[in-house]
């Protein structure tokens, strides 16, 4: 390849240089699976590397998923970057075993152990910067993906040009430049690249956009439909950074840490806009360490409308074992407690009075009363953290109240409807995270479940005004010394 600029090679400088995102003399982690996209950025990087005076280290991830495919792509990057006499790293990692630990998508376990490397190898190396062959089609299948998951106008600027990730800045030089563009370039200079078949495996959802979908919109709507949606994500981007400037402002006034969980104010949040206030609250969840890729609109938008439907505490689990309380004026982000696990035998709830269950990090107080409690719990998607039940069918049926954890198969018969349903389905109702089902307390008499915490009380066991009634309430306990938290 010479050494004269390209019309591409020109075109990635401008956009480097028009939004700074370089500065001279950085040393610069290329991420390079070997695909067109990454192997064309290299090239370029490193073409103009003299005149941004850059130093180069190329990064490849072995995902070990494709075998001897995957070893082969290895050999092929670190040969290129031999080639190229530029510096060479790498690290295997068993991306499947990993997912299948955390419970999450092949691609977003891989999309997060290489961030992970990509960053610890940066701060090893002492690189400033890392750089992403993120392309314009990229970023139009993005917004499509986004916009069919229901993404408010954050999710719909897609692709940022500079984030951040773990203190070091992430860069994608290569987002105004299409794929077409790229493949012409590969062409003309006679570079090789390794491509991947599963990218053709359209029952993969983003294959599917790019191979299916936006050839059609493409056919149809716009010939140039890439372009028009990389430039509506380009608008929501510069209008997101003016509206995030007003809620980073907003929450710096407001914010607070507080062990156990971290808080804020909520009469300040009640008298913003909605929009804001949505925007404070994803800075908020980022700010406390919330997983960033964990963070939707529906989730936020739950979040901003739970402090104004109840004086009472309300609760809110998220992804993670993650949850959010409303209580006493302030909304708190409790992180996950490791110490919390599912009980393996059902434990015996006193009448009257008080029984703590440290595995699951709360105590409940149960107290028999003559007429019935104005504050009995509501069926809803928020943890409501009382019930009141009839104490006559208690006593009828032994005085034993028991409580447990769910097991695969549970069913009860909610109040008000007809038959049983699974417990499995209640909870996807309730939108609780799976990792937080199994430390869920469930409270039988006998068999029976007769309450589930955020839902509702089975057919036949609701406390009322003329009958004798148990009050049960669920309180949590102090996660650092296991003392009750009134």
């Given at each position: 390849?010479?050494?004269?600029?390209?019309?591409?090679?020109?075109?990635?400088?401008?956009?480097?240089?028009e939004?700074?995102?370089?500065?001279?003399?950085d040393?610069v982690?290329?991420?390079?699976?070997g695909?067109?996209?990454?192997?064309?950025?290299?090239?370029?990087?490193?073409?103009?590397s003299?005149?941004?005076k850059?130093?180069i280290t190329?990064?490849?991830?072995?995902?070990?998923?494709?075998?001897?495919?995957a070893?082969?792509?290895?050999?092929?990057?670190?040969?290129?970057?031999s080639?190229l006499?530029?510096?060479?790293?790498?690290?295997?990692?068993?991306?499947?075993?990993?997912?299948?630990?955390?419970?999450?998508?092949?691609?977003?376990a891989?999309?997060?152990?290489?961030?992970?490397?990509?960053?610890e190898?940066?701060?090893k190396i002492?690189?400033?910067?890392?750089a992403?062959?993120?392309t314009?089609?990229?970023?139009?299948?993005t917004?499509?993906?986004?916009?069919?998951r229901?993404?408010?106008?954050?999710?719909?600027?897609?692709i940022?040009?500079?984030?951040?990730?773990?203190?070091?800045r992430?860069?994608?030089?290569l987002?105004?430049?299409t794929?077409?563009?790229?493949?012409?370039f590969?062409?003309e200079?006679?570079?090789?690249?390794?491509?991947?078949?599963?990218?053709r495996?359209?029952?993969?959802?983003?294959?599917?956009?790019?191979?299916?979908?936006?050839?059609?919109?493409r056919q149809?709507?716009n010939?140039?439909?890439?372009?028009?949606?990389?430039r509506?994500?380009?608008?929501?981007q510069?209008?997101?950074?003016?509206?995030?400037?007003?809620?980073?402002?907003?929450?710096?006034k407001?914010?607070?840490s507080?062990?156990?969980g971290?808080?804020?104010?909520?009469k300040?949040l009640?008298?913003?806009?909605?929009?804001?206030?949505?925007?404070?609250?994803?800075?908020w969840?980022e700010r406390c360490?919330y997983?960033?890729?964990?963070?939707?609109?529906d989730?936020?938008n739950?979040?901003?409308?739970?402090?104004?439907?109840?004086?009472?505490?309300?609760?809110?689990?998220?992804?993670?074992?993650?949850?959010?309380?409303?209580?006493?004026?302030?909304?708190?982000?409790?992180?996950?407690?490791?110490?919390?696990?599912?009980?393996?035998?059902?434990?015996t709830?006193?009448?009257?009075?008080?029984?703590?269950?440290?595995?699951?990090?709360?105590?409940?107080?149960?107290?028999?009363?003559k007429?019935?409690?104005?504050?009995?719990?509501?069926?809803?998607?928020?943890f409501?953290s009382?019930?009141?039940?009839?104490?006559?069918?208690?006593?009828?049926?032994?005085?034993?109240?028991?409580?447990?954890?769910?097991?695969?198969?549970?069913?009860?018969?909610?109040?008000?409807m007809?038959?049983?349903r699974k417990?499995?389905?209640?909870?996807?109702?309730?939108k609780?995270?799976?990792?937080?089902?199994?430390?869920?307390?469930?409270?039988?008499?006998?068999?029976?479940?007769?309450?589930v915490?955020?839902?509702?009380?089975?057919e036949?066991?609701?406390?009322?005004?003329?009958?004798?009634?148990?009050?049960?309430e669920?309180?949590?306990?102090d996660?650092?010394n296991n003392?009750k938290?009134?």
């Open positions: 390849m010479n050494n004269r600029h390209t019309n591409l090679v020109r075109k990635v400088l401008q956009y480097i240089t939004y700074k995102l370089v500065k001279k003399g040393h982690i290329a991420a390079v699976s695909g067109p996209d990454s192997i064309a950025m290299l090239y370029i990087l490193h073409q103009i003299p005149q941004l850059l130093k190329v990064a490849h991830l072995h995902h070990g998923i494709r075998g001897v495919h070893d082969r792509d290895l050999l092929y990057v670190k040969n290129i970057a080639k006499g530029v510096d060479f790293v790498s690290r295997r990692v068993n991306v499947p075993a990993i997912a299948r630990k955390k419970h999450l998508s092949l691609e977003m891989g999309r997060n152990v290489r961030y992970c490397f990509l960053s190898t940066a701060q002492k690189a400033t910067v890392i992403t062959a993120h314009l089609d990229d970023q139009a299948e917004i499509l993906l986004k916009l069919a229901g993404a408010g106008r954050s999710g719909l600027s897609g940022a040009r500079v984030t951040e990730y773990n203190g070091v992430v860069i994608r030089p987002l105004n430049i794929r077409k563009e790229i493949e012409q590969l062409h200079h006679k570079i090789s690249y390794r491509e991947d078949a599963s990218n495996n359209v029952e993969i959802l983003r294959n599917c956009v790019r191979h299916e979908i936006l050839p059609l919109l149809k709507l010939p140039q439909i890439e372009t028009i949606l990389a509506t994500a380009e608008i929501f510069e209008e997101e950074e003016y509206l995030n400037t007003i809620a980073r402002k907003s929450l710096n407001i914010f607070s507080e062990n156990p971290i808080k804020i104010d909520t300040y009640r008298r913003v806009p909605l929009a804001i206030r949505r925007r404070i609250l994803i800075l969840l360490g997983p960033v890729e964990k963070i939707e609109f989730m936020v739950r979040i901003a409308h739970m402090i104004e439907k109840s004086s009472r505490p309300v609760q809110l689990h998220l992804a993670g074992q993650w949850t959010v309380t409303c209580r006493y004026g302030n909304l708190e982000l409790l992180q996950p407690d490791a110490s919390l696990q599912p009980l393996k035998r059902k434990i709830v006193k009448i009257p009075g008080e029984t703590i269950i440290r595995k699951l990090g709360i105590y409940i107080v149960s107290s028999l009363r007429k019935g409690y104005k504050n009995a719990s509501r069926s809803g998607n928020n409501q009382c019930a009141l039940l009839d104490a006559n069918k208690l006593k009828k049926n032994g005085e034993k109240l028991y409580v447990r954890t769910w097991r695969n198969g549970d069913r009860m018969h909610p109040s008000g007809k038959g049983s417990l499995q389905d209640i909870f996807v109702d309730m609780i995270p799976v990792e937080r089902r199994r430390l869920l307390p469930l409270f039988l008499c006998g068999r029976e479940i007769i309450w915490p955020g839902y509702r009380i089975a036949g066991w609701e406390g009322t005004f003329s009958k004798k009634t148990l009050l049960i669920i309180k949590p306990l996660k650092h003392t938290n009134k």
